[in-house]
């Protein structure tokens, strides 16, 4: 057998393989949540558009700048080391996770906003989504902070590449949790 032959699409994936099993593993899990939130919204339409206007929609909009721009450092990151400049990569990937830390904080900021109002995780069906919807993908930007601190440490080309390949999956999942969370009616 032949090189060419041998040759399989799996090795044109960055990174590990697992990495991209867990990826994929993790988006399905967002992907059902989603797909749950919207079919429970087809039943009350009414309440999921009141109990969306108590969300801030400036802090989701602001923690989605945030999170982009993070996986933009993350992939500049491994852009950087490739090209043997070693500390400018850990740099990027310090400031990746410190993005991943203030994105954190805006959503505690949200939390205690909506708990103030009297607003938790039993309040109506939306908020039950939303908290764990959003509490699971938080619980992601910790893994992921600490993941990007792990591969500026050891900064091996293809830690980094698997590293921001993680970053990557936490902030397509806010990206595609964003809209259908704050702004679909």
């Known amino acids: 057998m ?21 990826i994929v593993s993790e988006l399905l899990v967002f992907g059902a949540g989603l797909a749950a939130f919207l ?12 109990s969306q206007d108590h969300l801030n929609r400036a802090a989701a ?8 721009t993070s996986g933009f450092l993350a992939a500049k990151a491994l852009r950087l080391r490739e090209a043997a400049q070693r500390a400018k990569a850990r740099l990027m990937l310090v ?14 900021i949200e939390y205690r906003a909506d708990a103030a109002a009297g607003i938790d995780i039993d309040t109506n ?30 900064d091996a080309p293809r ?11 936490v902030d397509l999942v806010w990206v595609l949790l964003f809209p259908v969370i704050y702004l679909l009616r």
Do not use: C
């Open 2 to 22: 032949s090189d060419i032959e041998q040759h399989s699409v799996l090795d044109e994936l960055p990174g590990d393989l697992m990495i991209w099993v867990l």
């Open 39 to 50: 079919s429970v919204r087809i039943i009350d339409p009414a309440l999921f558009a009141e």
């Open 61 to 68: 909009g602001a923690n989605t700048a945030i999170l982009v």
């Open 95 to 108: 400031i990746a996770a410190v993005l991943g830390v203030a994105f954190l904080w805006i959503k505690t």
């Open 125 to 154: 069906a939306f908020f039950t989504f939303y908290y764990l919807l959003t509490g699971f993908h938080a619980a992601h930007v910790v893994a992921g902070i600490l993941i990007l601190l792990l591969v500026a440490w050891r």
């Open 159 to 169: 830690n980094i590449e698997v590293g921001a390949a993680f970053w990557h999956m």
